[in-house]
């Protein structure tokens, strides 16, 4: 994989998903690369990796009926937020 004309070491071995995790985790790293902002970085880099993994469990797994069950609940979030 190469980012930036730089090669990634090992990243034959990668699955796109892998490569879409270390990608974005770079571009973050390009644009909040100030020391301070560690936890910002590692924030970012989670979300991404969960995001992911919803990504191939709804590419793989899920049915259609599952799906939207799945999209409504997120829709109605603040409905069952509570404070």
Do not use: C, H
């Not at 980012?3 to 995790?21: F, H, N, P, T």
């Not at 919803?54 to 409905?79: C, H, M, P, Q, Y």
Request: aromatic letters at 14%.
């Amino acid at each position: 994989m190469n980012v930036g004309g730089m090669k990634i070491a090992a990243s034959d071995r990668l699955g796109l998903s892998e490569q879409y995790i270390y990608t974005t985790y770079l571009i973050g790293v390009a644009v909040v690369f100030e020391p301070e902002f560690s936890d910002a970085r590692l924030m970012y880099a989670k979300y991404v990796m969960l995001l992911t993994v919803i990504d191939d469990l709804f590419d793989g797994f899920a049915s259609k009926d599952e799906i939207t069950n799945i999209i409504e609940l997120v829709e109605r979030w603040d409905d069952y937020v509570q404070v």
